[in-house]
């Protein structure tokens, strides 16, 4: 245990240095903290009980949750980490932390492209149960490590026990999330999960859980393009502007035709200044599509009932445990006039998802070139 207790005294200045410049990364701080938490998975490995077995109640609860998933979907930087914040603490929502890139993983196609190996999974979501996503809180179980040694125990019972499908990986993450969790929902009905971009992908998932619903958040194209492009400038990320605006408009599209071809009864599309406009109104829609009893927890933005912090790329905006309404018109500020012109360019598709600009004739004939010019 002293090996243990020394692992974490070195872990914790470097989780604090990665949240205190987040929005940018570190590589040292990155690989730094990669080699201590390899270190201590080991460490917690050797301490696994060998006559192990899980309590009578989470066998019976994962039962009620498995083929009932909710899948948020949004390009990035569109409020979909918000979104899953609010949903967080709900008493009858098992509320996956952080991004899972779980179908993205172990769909059928990604399959044929990818070589994951269980270990490699199993130690990447022990990782995410105590750094989730650079920002505070960390360690989402608790601070009671024991906790940690009962996650990596659930993942090895439910891999072995579940059956052997493409959904096996990911359900074993969702029910060891649940039964090793000290805050888990008493009342279980849903399990939710936050990809960016899973508007792409409603065909994989429809696949591996076919009774799944989708919340869809949109944002202004424009204000969407100008976080994007400061997200990639300050991690000096490649910036290409013309991708980006084509994938933004295809999202818009895409939460056109999901809802199109799957009903409002699976598929509900919002506005992400909606939802930080007037977050009751649209926090009770979404309990109404769900299906689940309204509590004000809905209200505050939380990681595993922790307060989260806000994912913005404005250092001064980063609030902890409560909505913020995010400033207007930086889009002005941050894209030049090529950039301006791109994004003004999916008018057509924006208008789809209830956006409208004024724009003038200068702008209209800007429009129409670039996209002749992108379609040449």
């Not at 690989?31 to 192990?52: F, S």
């Not at 498995?66 to 098992?94: I, P, R, W």
């Not at 990604?110 to 989730?132: L, V």
């Not at 013309?242 to 919002?270: D, F, G, H, P, W």
Request: aromatic content about 10%.
């Amino acid at each position: 245990m002293d090996k243990i207790k020394k692992i974490v005294e070195q872990l914790n200045p470097v989780l604090e240095k990665r949240d205190s410049i987040f929005p940018l990364r570190d590589e040292e701080n990155t690989v730094a903290m990669h080699n201590i938490l390899d270190q201590l998975v080991t460490l917690l490995d050797e301490r696994k009980e060998p006559d192990w077995q899980p309590d009578t109640f989470s066998l019976k609860s994962v039962e009620m949750i498995q083929d009932s998933s909710v899948f948020l979907c949004g390009y990035m930087k569109s409020g979909t980490t918000l979104l899953l914040a609010l949903l967080d603490g709900h008493d009858e929502l098992n509320v996956m932390p952080g991004d899972s890139f779980i179908v993205n993983k172990f769909s059928r196609e990604a399959e044929r492209m990818n070589d994951i190996s269980w270990q490699a999974w199993r130690n990447n979501w022990f990782k995410r149960m105590i750094n989730p996503t650079g920002q505070k809180p960390f360690w989402i179980l608790g601070t009671d490590l024991m906790l940690y040694s009962k996650f990596l125990q659930f993942m090895d019972y439910w891999y072995e026990h579940l059956p052997s499908t493409h959904r096996r990986p990911i359900l074993a993450v969702v029910f060891s999330f649940f039964c090793a969790n000290p805050h888990r929902p008493l009342h279980p009905k849903l399990w939710v999960e936050k990809t960016p971009g899973n508007e792409f992908r409603t065909e994989d998932i429809l696949t591996l859980f076919p009774d799944s619903k989708f919340i869809h958040i949109v944002r202004d194209p424009r204000e969407n393009l100008a976080s994007i492009k400061r997200l990639y400038t300050s991690r000096s990320w490649k910036w290409d502007y013309r991708e980006m605006t084509k994938t933004l408009s295809r999202s818009c599209n895409m939460a056109n035709l999901n809802l199109k071809q799957l009903s409002k009864s699976r598929y509900l599309v919002i506005r992400y200044e909606d939802l930080i406009a007037n977050t009751n109104a649209v926090m009770h829609d979404i309990a109404s599509f769900l299906d689940i009893s309204w509590n004000d927890c809905l209200l505050k933005p939380t990681v595993n009932s922790q307060p989260a912090k806000a994912n913005t790329m404005y250092k001064e905006r980063q609030v902890t445990g409560r909505v913020r309404r995010s400033a207007q018109d930086k889009w002005r500020e941050e894209l030049n006039d090529i950039e301006k012109r791109a994004v003004l360019s999916i008018l057509p598709e924006a208008k789809k998802v209830g956006y409208t600009w004024r724009m003038s004739i200068r702008d209209y004939l800007s429009l129409l070139f670039f996209r002749l010019r992108n379609r040449i």
